[in-house]
């Protein structure tokens, strides 16, 4: 903002020299001493004769007056940048991902070039300001330099009074073209500079009577010119024994800021454009980006529970292609799970079908008058029944498996429980039982369970090896919190190709004649481990046999809260 000016210099006190007089021309006006100076004349602004040797009127000029040359400004026709039109209401659910991408960057990169812009305004209307002010006190400063020296440079004599003083500055001041100098003599305008002005204005009684206050108060005013919009009147006093006038300085604030609206049209121009550019590439990009994810959905949204086959397709090397990746992870461990839990279901039915087939055969060829028959097939269906009976709680135990409570974890000495384990074992089978070693560390595990996968593999050693072979029972600790436990026996082996399908459920290798179980004793004891968060391996015996391992985390075995151990469902042994 233009600021106020009291504070100017002191009015000047001119002495006037007793040999200048003031000569008035024939009308009774001063004469015009330089052609860069109007002498306004009476009230009416008429200029005096002689004026035509001025500066000729400059571009966008129209004539005010007879032989009278006034500034006709350009009018500036500001554009206000479009609002943007903002929705209170909540975004749709159906508005896709790609649009509301592109209208956040286009909002986003919209509030970034208009706060740019209204800085950028702000700022260079300051400097504006800051020059206008700059101009108006180099002004007075000029006058009031003119005024100590008191010599008119054309005579080399001493000003004769105010008059004088003020048409000499006039004379040698060529003002900007936002700028009127105007000489403030009896109460009017009497001398202004040539630079395009608005003489009409300058002479008529609004303007007298904006000024006539402000003399001897050194002051500055915002005045609305009929021609030019706001402007700016500074006035400075200069008073002599004789005479009391002032320097007024007109600034029009709407031209000087013309070049500034001018800049800010084009600005809003480029930055519309850079607007609609940044939008249409946002929406490209952010489609391109988007596309795996259509994919993704089409290709999801065709994929049933019978067939999981299909996968995505794996392109770039991004996080929507490691999302990718992790689908298809997804997809082919539900594959995997399905049919896995198809051969289950299959298998389990074909074990059950068996017994039942005996029992509904024998049932049918049942003799009741014969009591030999009768009890001789009494005796077959128990036998029938104990093995299905088996079979439902091997497949209870491993529906168990996968609940929270289905181990239930306390501290124990992993040297005491192998003891255990080897005692428990001689009651499988006529065999040479062996302690191989003992682990002197405390484990934290569920010791029936754990006992139960071990005489699992005990039982296993038992079928696979003659009366007299050696079965042994061993724990190890690594120092680094890994503890194994193990059953070794001297037995014909397990094949390479075997030794990942006997974990699986109703998964057998080599079969020894006379074992009638159903596959599922090592997926009950993979089930166990792995509730321990352990792994259960087999390996090559030295000379020859199998040794299967059994491998336990010391420091963090999985824990389950649930019911207490001596309540839990015991199993016959063996189990298969």
Do not use: C
């Not at 200069?238 to 800010?264: C, F, H, I, N």
């Not at 490691?322 to 198809?342: I, P």
């Not at 993979?526 to 352990?534: D, F, R």
């Amino acid at each position: 903002m233009i600021r106020d000016s009291p504070t100017r210099s002191a009015s000047p006190d001119v002495r006037p020299s007793p040999s200048a007089r003031s000569t008035p021309d024939d009308h009774g006006r001063p004469e015009v001493v330089t052609p860069s100076v109007h002498d306004l004349g009476d009230d009416h602004g008429v200029t005096a004769a002689g004026t035509a040797a001025t500066a000729p009127p400059a571009a966008g000029t129209t004539p005010a007056a007879a032989g009278t040359a006034v500034t006709t400004p350009a009018v500036v026709a500001t554009a206000e940048a479009p609002t943007p039109r903002t929705d209170a209401r909540p975004a749709r659910s159906g508005v896709s991902v790609r649009t509301r991408i592109t209208a956040a960057v286009a909002l986003l990169v919209l509030v970034t070039l208009t706060a740019a812009g209204a800085i950028v305004y702000v700022i260079e209307s300051q400097r504006i300001d800051e020059r206008m002010n700059a101009q108006v006190d180099h002004e007075i400063a000029e006058l009031t330099k003119l005024r100590a020296e008191g010599v008119d440079p054309a005579t080399q004599r001493p000003y004769a009074g105010v008059a004088p003083l003020l048409r000499g500055f006039l004379a040698s001041r060529v003002p900007d073209e936002n700028e009127i100098l105007v000489a403030w003599l009896g109460g009017r305008a009497r001398y202004v500079s040539a630079s395009g002005t608005d003489e009409a204005y300058l002479g008529s009684r609004e303007f007298r009577d904006t000024v006539a206050p402000l003399v001897g108060r050194n002051s500055t005013v915002h005045v609305q010119v009929p021609s030019y919009g706001d402007a700016l009147v500074t006035v400075q006093t200069v008073r002599s024994p004789r005479s009391t006038g002032a320097l007024v300085v007109v600034t029009y604030l709407e031209k000087a800021q013309a070049d500034l609206m001018a800049t800010m049209r084009t600005y809003a121009i480029v930055a519309f454009l850079s607007l609609l550019l940044v939008t249409a590439f946002a929406g490209w990009l952010s489609g391109r980006l988007l596309a795996p994810l259509r994919t993704l959905r089409e290709t999801t949204e065709e994929i049933g529970e019978t067939d999981l086959s299909r996968r995505l397709p794996v392109r770039g090397n991004d996080d929507i292609t490691a999302l990718t990746r992790t689908v298809n992870g997804m997809l082919a461990r539900l594959e995997e799970a399905f049919a896995g839990q198809r051969r289950f279901l299959d298998d389990a039915g074909h074990e059950l079908k068996t017994p039942l087939t005996v029992l509904r055969g024998h049932l049918e060829l049942l003799d009741s008058g014969s009591p030999q028959d009768v009890v001789e097939t009494r005796e077959l269906l128990l036998e029938e029944v104990d093995r299905m009976s088996r079979l439902v709680g091997d497949l209870i135990l491993l529906a168990k498996s996968d609940r929270p409570d289905f181990v239930t974890t306390r501290p124990a000495d992993l040297s005491r429980l192998t003891e255990d384990l080897v005692v428990k074992a001689r009651g499988l089978g006529d065999r040479d039982w062996r302690l191989d070693g003992i682990a002197e560390v405390k484990v934290v595990v569920d010791e029936q369970r754990i006992t139960q996968a071990v005489l699992q593999l005990a039982d296993n050693a038992v079928k696979h090896t003659e009366p007299g072979a050696v079965v042994a029972i061993g724990s190890s600790y690594d120092g680094t919190g890994t503890a194994r436990i193990w059953v070794r026996d001297t037995g014909p082996g397990v094949a390479a190709a075997d030794r990942r399908h006997i974990f699986e459920r109703f998964g057998r290798g080599r079969v020894p004649e006379g074992d009638e179980g159903f596959g599922l004793g090592l997926s009950i004891v993979t089930a166990i481990v792995e509730a321990h968060a352990g792994t259960v391996a087999v390996e090559d015996a030295e000379p020859h046999g199998a040794t299967f391992v059994i491998t336990l985390p010391v420091a963090g075995a999985a824990t389950g809260a649930g019911a207490d151990p001596d309540s839990s469902e015991e199993t016959p042994w063996p189990a298969s």
